[in-house]
T-cell receptor
Framework: ETGVTQTPRHLVMGMTNKKSLKCEQH?????MYWYKQSAKKPLELMFV???????ENNSVPSRFSPECPNSSHLFLHLHTLQPEDSALYLC?????????????FGPGTRLTVT | TQLLEQSPQFLSIQEGENLTVYCNSS?????LQWYRQEPGEGPVLLVT?????EVKKLKRLTFQFGDARKDSSLHITAAQPGDTGLYLC???????????????????FGQGTILTVHP
C-alpha cells in the first residue's frame, strides 16, 4: 500500500449508530488531518494531529471524536450523528504541521446519515 | 481569517479550448498548491508554487504565482475530457516566530472550480 488509505469508502448509518472511520498513511509523515467536504462549500478542516498530539480542533461538535494512536493511523469515531453530517470525509497527511508542506489526501469516506 | 476566492465556480467547455482558473486573496501566502479532485476521490496534488512570480508547467497545465504571493492562476491549453474535475487552490503559511495564532498550521482552500470538458 502506498500513500494515504481510508476505510470504509462508503458508510450509511442511522442517527443512533456508532461507527469509526480509519485512515492510514504510508508516507512517514508526522502530521495528519481530518477534513469535511460538503457540496458547494470549501474543504472544512476538522482536526489536526502532529506527532500523535491534537494541535487543532476547529469547533467540531463532540459527536465527532478523533483518535491518533500513532503517527501512521488516524481514526474518526462517530456517534449520534445528524443528517447534515452527511458528507465526504477526507484524511490527509503532511511531512510536518506547517502550511508550507504539501498535504496528501486519501480517497475519502462518503458518509450518509439517515 | 484568510480567504481564497476561486473563479469561475463552474466552467463547461469543448475539447481543444483553452481556459484559465483564478485564485485570489487579500492575504499573502508562503506557498500555494493546486489540486484536482475527481468524483468519489480525494484531491490529488498537481503543483506547489512558493516564489512570487513563479511559473510552473505540467504538460498542458501552466501555474503562476502572483508577484505579491496573494493570487495564482491555472491555465490549461487544449483541454481534454480527461481534464474534467474539481480544481482546488490552497494557500499555506510557514511558521514564523511571534506571528501569533495557528494559521501557519493550516491550508486555506478555495471553494473550487468544477471543470467539464465535452468531447
Amino acid at each position: 500500500e502506498t500513500g494515504v488509505t481510508q476505510t470504509p469508502r462508503h458508510l450509511v448509518m442511522g442517527m443512533t449508530n456508532k461507527k469509526s472511520l480509519k485512515c492510514e498513511q504510508h508516507l512517514g509523515h508526522n502530521a495528519m488531518y481530518w477534513y469535511k467536504q460538503s457540496a458547494k462549500k470549501p474543504l472544512e478542516l476538522m482536526f489536526v494531529y502532529s506527532l500523535e498530539e491534537r494541535v487543532e480542533n476547529n469547533s467540531v461538535p463532540s459527536r465527532f471524536s478523533p483518535e491518533c494512536p500513532n503517527s501512521s493511523h488516524l481514526f474518526l469515531h462517530l456517534h449520534t450523528l445528524q443528517p447534515e453530517d452527511s458528507a465526504l470525509y477526507l484524511c490527509a497527511s503532511s511531512q510536518d504541521w506547517d502550511g508550507s508542506y504539501e498535504q496528501y489526501f486519501g480517497p475519502g469516506t462518503r458518509l450518509t446519515v439517515t | 481569517t484568510q480567504l481564497l476566492e476561486q473563479s469561475p465556480q463552474f466552467l463547461s467547455i469543448q475539447e481543444g479550448e483553452n481556459l484559465t482558473v483564478y485564485c485570489n486573496s487579500s492575504s499573502v501566502f508562503s506557498s500555494l498548491q493546486w489540486y484536482r479532485q475527481e468524483p468519489g476521490e480525494g484531491p490529488v496534488l498537481l503543483v506547489t508554487v512558493v516564489t512570487g512570480g513563479e511559473v510552473k508547467k505540467l504538460k498542458r497545465l501552466t501555474f503562476q504565482f502572483g508577484d505579491a504571493r496573494k493570487d495564482s492562476s491555472l491555465h490549461i491549453t487544449a483541454a481534454q475530457p480527461g481534464d474534467t474535475g474539481l480544481y482546488l487552490c490552497a494557500g499555506g503559511n510557514s511558521w514564523r516566530p511571534n506571528a501569533g495564532g495557528t494559521s501557519y498550521g493550516k491550508l486555506t482552500f478555495g471553494q473550487g472550480t468544477i471543470l467539464t470538458v465535452h468531447p
